[in-house]
């Protein structure tokens, strides 16, 4: 099915660990996202890519990484977990041509960290 | 900095009422305006997508307007069922990436 995918849907993680969420999308879309969602704060932009080996930061990209190397794929990485990176995380994609394109959202990844 | 801003943030109505969801907007140069529908625990639906030339757009039982001069969106909804019970998202697009709300949680009542 045509979509964004996210993996993993699930994860808890000690305080310092890294890890990397996957992000997927097979509609040849050139933009690519990650945002945050926590209570009271509502979505917030991390990073984002307008293409291939092209990203730049969001709102609250400090202690996040991300790299983009193929058009599909977007993954962030983040470098040594933190409590207050618990939240919700959401990858999504759109063209980049004509405002007659809204963005589509990944199922998300729960991320806990302890 | 831009904002948007979403009123009310929460609303309980009684099925099959016909009810007026607002969003604002500090940009007058937006590029698209979407509307999200997100249920508990779950991802992002898109619902409706309004271009930053067209005035409105309607999906079945929903209608979403945009007012680029006031800086104003609204996303009506007719004749409410309890299956429309959801937190409801606008968002424009600045940029190359997509500026939120808080969202508006919707309950209806059978």
């Known amino acids: 099915n045509a979509g964004v995918t996210q993996t993993p849907k699930f994860q808890v993680l000690k305080t310092g660990q890294s890890m990397t969420l996957q992000c997927a999308q097979d509609?040849?879309?050139?933009?690519m996202s990650w945002y945050r969602q926590d209570p009271g704060m509502g979505l917030r932009l991390i990073h984002y890519?307008?293409?291939?080996?092209?990203?730049d930061q969001g709102e609250v990209p400090n202690g996040y990484n991300v790299s983009r190397s193929t058009t599909e794929d977007f993954p962030l990485r983040l470098l040594s977990a933190a409590p207050s990176q618990t939240s919700v995380y959401f990858c999504?994609?759109?063209?980049?041509?004509?405002?007659?394109?809204?963005?589509?959202f990944g199922s998300g990844t729960r991320l806990t960290v302890v | 900095k831009q904002e948007v801003t979403q009123i009310p943030a929460a609303l309980s109505v009684p099925e099959g009422e016909n009810l007026v969801l607002n969003c604002s907007f500090t940009?007058?140069?937006?590029?698209?305006l979407q509307w999200f529908r997100q249920d508990p625990g779950k991802g992002l639906t898109s619902l409706l997508l309004?271009?930053?030339?067209?005035r409105e757009q309607t999906s079945g039982r929903l209608n979403a307007s945009l007012d680029k001069s006031s800086g104003r969106s609204t996303l009506y909804i007719a004749a409410s069922q309890p299956g429309d019970s959801a937190t409801y998202l606008c968002?424009?697009?600045?940029?190359?990436?997509?500026?939120f709300g808080k969202g508006t949680t919707l309950s209806v009542s059978s």
């Open positions: 999504a994609s759109s063209y980049s041509g004509g405002a007659g394109y809204g963005y589509t």
């Open positions: 509609m040849n879309h050139e933009y």
């Open positions: 890519s307008v293409g291939a080996g092209i990203t």
């Open positions: 940009d007058s140069a937006i590029y698209n």
């Open positions: 309004i271009q930053s030339s067209q």
């Open positions: 968002a424009h697009r600045g940029g190359t990436a997509l500026i």
